[in-house]
């Protein structure tokens, strides 16, 4: 089982970036992915998440309108775009997923229910 996420790096303020979460070892259609990110000292938090469909999505208030979840099960990827970045937003980026998730919401206490994570990416953004 593997979750490999990219995409991350340095950009400015208002900036953009696309992060992948690319799965393998096991069969993605059956679960719902998360995006959590954790900055240094901070707890991990719930960013978005996207049901096993990607019929539904769901978005921590601050980045709502912002920030963008889709997958493509064909191809076992799931993205996230990330629009007029501010600096609270530098963490490491990590994708998760959770077979029995339907995405009803996103949360810092959802982080123990998740089953598989990826690595993580970092995002940097310069004011």
């Known amino acids: 089982v593997q979750l490999q996420a990219s995409g991350g790096g340095l950009v400015q303020f208002g900036g953009s970036l696309t992060l992948s979460c690319a799965a393998s070892?096991?069969?993605?259609?059956?679960?719902?992915i998360g995006w959590f990110r954790q900055a240094p000292g901070k707890q991990r938090e719930g960013v978005s998440c996207?049901?096993?469909?990607?019929?539904?999505?769901n978005y921590r208030g601050s980045v709502r309108g912002r920030f963008t979840v889709s997958r493509d099960n064909a191809k076992n990827t799931v993205y996230l775009q990330l629009n007029n970045l501010r600096p609270e937003d530098t963490a490491v980026y990590y994708c998760?997923?959770?077979?029995?998730?339907?995405?009803?919401?996103?949360?810092?206490?959802?982080?123990?229910?998740?089953?598989?994570w990826g690595q993580g990416t970092q995002v940097t953004v310069s004011s």
């Open positions: 998760a997923a959770d077979s029995e998730s339907a995405c009803l919401t996103i949360g810092t206490y959802l982080v123990p229910t998740y089953d598989y």
């Open positions: 070892g096991f069969t993605f259609a059956d679960y719902s």
């Open positions: 996207i049901n096993k469909s990607g019929g539904s999505t």
